[in-house]
């Protein structure tokens, strides 16, 4: 375990490096992935093999019509771009703690939670990255009102369809890493850790993520201090819960339940 712990430091500062330099993490970012990583090849191969998947996915898609995305959802985002410490440890710290609690008490069932915590932030990646090139606006998962581009909890045909091949690219990827002897439990267990928790992630972000308003252009956004340089009034929502603990709380509820169903489905 000692020997793979340090393999995976190499190969997990290789990747943090490349993803700093391709302007995917910011530094603080890059030092949280090369943590995240090396806890993972630690775990096994197979929990760095699909860890790297995820982040390559997501990564590439963050780039895919990243102009239009960039134009459409101005002002609104708190975030974007590069991702930080933060950003990282909102997505990644519960399979982090499934990777630990593996090399503790090794067990299939905390690949299925690590795995569905991934799944349900993918889902929200890839819902958020794909859905905000479609060309209508979303509507409040919760009112059904139509909202701009980029809004917490809107979503859009095309959103949904993006969530549900995000959750299934990384449901395929947990069967498949695991070679030969793989368990196709495991897929399906994480498939609906990551619709529930993504289901979660809209939700909570439409009924309890911080929201604010800017005076000064008379829009809603999530930043605290506007692109016009005012600084934005609440508005609703739960003061200290921003995109990143909304993300983190879908991750949880992946995980958990995914790895719930692993048991079950015995
Ligand atoms: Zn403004």
Not at 197 to 224: H, I, N
Request: charged fraction near 10%; proline fraction near 2%; include cysteine.
């Amino acid at each position: 375990m000692i020997g793979r712990a340090i393999a995976g430091a190499f190969v997990a500062a290789a990747i943090a490096l490349a993803a700093w330099r391709a302007g995917s993490l910011t530094r603080s970012g890059a030092v949280a992935a090369l943590f995240t990583g090396t806890l993972a090849i630690a775990a096994g191969w197979a929990w760095g093999e699909l860890l790297i998947i995820y982040f390559a996915s997501s990564s590439l898609l963050s780039r895919v019509g990243a102009r239009v995305k960039a134009e459409r959802s101005i002002g609104i985002v708190e975030k974007g771009g590069a991702r930080d410490a933060t950003q990282v440890f909102a997505n990644g710290a519960i399979f982090a703690l499934a990777a630990v609690s593996q090399l503790i008490l090794p067990s299939d069932t905390w690949l299925a939670a690590g795995a569905g915590a991934l799944a349900a932030s993918a889902s929200d990646t890839w819902g958020t990255e794909i859905g905000m090139l479609a060309k209508a606006p979303p509507r409040m998962i919760t009112t059904w009102r139509v909202v701009p581009t980029g809004t917490s909890g809107g979503v859009s045909a095309l959103g949904l369809a993006a969530m549900a091949s995000g959750t299934l690219f990384i449901a395929l990827a947990a069967w498949l890493v695991q070679g030969n002897y793989g368990n196709a439990r495991v897929a399906i267990a994480v498939s609906l850790g990551g619709i529930v928790g993504s289901l979660v992630d809209s939700l909570v972000g439409a009924l309890a993520q911080s929201r604010r308003y800017c005076a000064t252009c008379s829009s809603a956004t999530e930043r605290v201090v506007h692109d016009c340089g005012t600084r934005t009034e609440r508005a609703g929502g739960v003061k200290w819960l921003n995109n990143d603990g909304v993300n983190a709380a879908s991750t949880i509820i992946g995980a958990l339940v995914s790895a719930c169903a692993f048991m079950l489905a015995r």
